[in-house]
């Protein structure tokens, strides 16, 4: 029996090849996205450079909505399906960053360009790369860049368009600027969670249980660190940040703590939620101080099996590009195509050199796989064959 | 001249120019080939950006140029192999018209460029920007393309909005205020319009550049702005405000080494425009002094500002452009 995915894996390598010449149109929308400062809840600036893009490009309904996603849909021949790829605009670093980028041979490094500049440069320049290839799909292809993703923004921007949307979407890629290789066709649930402590000015230091508000968060993740967490369903606790005090000669007063309950068990994550509020309620009673544990976001576990064509054909197409893939839960827009019971998956574009502080570096020759990698799995998709049977 | 009217009308914001569809349209419609020209030395780690966004906005997409250049005076980086890796044309200064004596510093790059490209429009942009934007291009040449009258297009800049320390406007800078800004006043009132006169950004015609001496070192705006105006009055001059360039500081005793080559290549204007005769013998050592504890100790630094002949008097220059 013929092998129906044999003529898009063939056509791969001359894919990967003709891609080079899009480098400085990739690039520059990666640069003047990426220097758009965009922290979430602030995205207009950079959605409106990305809407503008997609009116250049001729795309139709080029638009905002109420959230702040910007989108543009370029029109298949038959627009039987409709493909959403979305890339969320938002970026972890504050305004007054300096979002210079700079650009090497080989490199593109600055804040925010791995996550998720990228991403959004792919989507920017998807029109004008298939025009390129000269590839036309059969279906719609909705373009978006996602508001209000991370953080306390909680993937706001990609529920809201699928839960007001009237466009039926069959399938969704997410893109990630970083890593080539990632494969995510699920996620895991979570609980994200901030605990805010005050001990009261003119306390006793003498006391028991606290000497500073620092001392006081310090029990309460000595207590989190004694629960038991099992392994199946997998489950964990991340301890994402801490502040606390103000200098040498003052006693800390205030402390927060954020931290994050992942499992693959919605109830495993309902249940770890109730005992971290036990002991925090249980801790501020014994310190005299007084707490507030405040859920920022929550998602449900989910999402495809490994053995859905969207996932196969997707490690096909790795496969023939030697690409290891890195199979991965995910926790970006994913999850809102999850509870939307849409077959949908994550990948990533490039590799990167360094992520530190304000000093995420791409590299650029894996941007052509990445890209490559993207396309096939779309005219897969298109061709339907990623549809389950 | 009015100095306020001519600001009205004359100075512009770059987003008045986003349309470049209409700018393409415009600049084919009077079949204009346009240069662009960027002058380095050591700057591998802001050249690859510049040419990159240029290339794709400034080329591909609107093919508003036809050419970009860097022209080097000799880096020790690698910033020539990093511009050619993004596709521009890479010259070293000293192969253009290698015959003549080799000099070095910005305003040689500059000069030579007018016999090395080929547009009727030569924009210049420096190298060290760390925040380019196509605008910086199709904010200099719109006004040159759009009104027949203007030869000569500055940049001027408004204030970055929050960068770390080290880096400063250029807006407004400090040689401009405390030099040039009262030396026009005091001498040419209209060119004090020029809200940054010694920006190193600008696009001009040809036809003006090439009858323009070039002092090759600090000099090289401020005797283009005061040529120009003396051939063709302000109404040659328009100004874009490109809102932000932000690039490196400069330490106060580095200004005074510009403003001690710029005051050279003024005065000289000024003896030979013959509005001072009796200037004497200018010196061309400048002394700076730096402090060991309580010692004081002078630095001396030569600082010579050569000036390249207008092209247009250059042989090899107008048999190459067939005496046009």
């Known amino acids: 029996m013929k092998d129906k995915m044999s003529e898009i894996l063939n056509s791969i390598p001359k894919m990967e090849e003709n891609l080079k010449a899009i480098r400085d149109v990739l690039l520059t929308n990666l640069v003047m996205l990426g220097e758009i400062p965009s922290p979430t809840f602030h995205e207009q600036p950079r959605m409106n450079f990305l809407v503008n893009r997609f009116n250049q490009y001729n795309l139709i309904n080029c638009s905002t909505d109420e959230i702040g996603n910007g989108l543009g849909i370029l029109p298949g021949k038959t627009g039987e399906k409709n493909i959403l790829l979305v890339a969320h605009m938002d970026s972890e670093y504050a305004e007054k960053t300096d979002h210079t980028i700079s650009i090497q041979p080989n490199s593109v490094t600055g804040p925010g360009v791995a996550d998720n500049a990228l991403g959004l440069a792919v989507i920017a320049s998807l029109p004008y790369i298939l025009e390129k290839l000269g590839i036309e799909l059969n279906s719609n292809l909705v373009l978006m860049g996602s508001a209000r993703s991370l953080g306390a923004g909680n993937l706001e921007g990609i529920r809201f368009f699928l839960d007001n949307t009237d466009i039926n979407i069959s399938t969704g890629l997410s893109v990630e600027g970083v890593r080539l290789g990632r494969l995510s066709n699920s996620a895991v649930g979570m609980a994200r969670c901030e605990v805010h402590y005050w001990v009261p000015e003119g306390y006793d230091w003498t006391q028991f249980g606290a000497v500073s508000s620092i001392v006081t968060v310090n029990e309460f993740i000595n207590r989190i660190l004694e629960i038991p967490t099992p392994n199946r369903p997998s489950t964990n606790i991340v301890f994402s940040s801490i502040s606390s005090g103000r200098g040498f000669s003052k006693v800390s007063t205030e402390a927060e703590l954020k931290f994050e309950i992942q499992s693959e068990s919605e109830e495993m994550v309902e249940q770890l939620l109730q005992q971290i509020n036990n002991i925090a309620i249980e801790i501020a009673s014994k310190t005299a101080s007084r707490v507030v544990v405040k859920e920022l976001s929550r998602r449900k576990p989910g999402g495809i099996d490994f053995s859905h064509p969207l996932v196969t054909n997707a490690r096909r197409i790795m496969e023939v590009m030697d690409i290891k893939p890195r199979i991965t839960p995910s926790m970006s827009e994913l999850s809102a195509f999850i509870d939307a019971g849409i077959p949908a998956l994550t990948i990533g574009i490039s590799s990167f050199e360094t992520i530190e502080k304000s000093a995420e570096s791409v590299k650029i020759d894996p941007m052509y796989k990445g890209i490559a990698q993207l396309i096939s799995l779309l005219i897969a998709i298109d061709k339907g064959y990623c549809d389950e049977y | ?324």
């Open chain 2, 1 to 324: 001249m009015n100095i306020d009217n001519w600001i009205r009308e004359n100075t512009f914001h770059h987003s008045a120019f986003e349309d470049l569809g209409k700018l393409v349209e415009e600049k084919e419609k009077q079949n204009l080939k346009i240069s662009l020209c960027i002058p380095t030395l050591n700057e591998e780690k802001t050249i690859g950006k510049e040419i990159v966004l240029f290339n794709s906005e400034l080329m591909t997409r609107f093919p508003l140029l036809d050419e970009i250049a860097v022209i080097d005076s000799g880096s020790k980086d690698k910033t020539l192999e990093v511009a050619g890796s993004f596709g521009a044309d890479t010259y070293l200064a000293s192969d253009i018209l290698p015959h003549l004596d080799n000099k070095k510093g910005k305003g040689e790059n500059l000069w030579k460029a007018i016999y090395q490209l080929d547009g009727d429009i030569i924009v210049y942009i420096d190298a060290d920007i760390k925040n380019i934007h196509p605008r910086f291009v199709y904010g200099l040449l719109a006004p040159l393309i759009y009104n027949k009258k203007t030869k000569y297009v500055k940049a001027f800049y408004d204030r970055p909005l929050a960068f770390s320390e080290g880096i400063r406007p250029s807006g407004g800078g400090r040689v401009t205020e405390i030099l040039i800004r009262p030396l026009f006043s005091l001498f040419f009132p209209e060119l004090s319009a020029i809200i940054q006169p010694l920006s190193g950004e600008y696009a001009a015609k040809r036809e003006v550049l090439e009858k323009l001496s070039f002092p090759i070192g600090y000099g090289v705006e401020t005797a283009h702005l005061l040529d120009i105006y003396r051939e063709y009055g302000m109404e040659a001059f328009a100004q874009t405000d490109l809102d932000q360039r932000v690039h490196r500081n400069q330490e106060t005793i580095s200004l005074g080494k510009m403003a001690f080559g710029i005051l050279q290549t003024f005065l000289h204007r000024m003896k030979s425009y013959g509005m001072m005769t009796d200037i004497p013998e200018l010196s061309t050592i400048l002394r700076q002094f730096q402090a060991h504890d309580d010692v004081f100790e002078s630095i001396e630094q030569e600082i010579i500002e050569e000036e390249r002949p207008p092209m247009i008097t250059v042989p090899e220059y107008l048999k190459k452009r067939g005496n046009k």
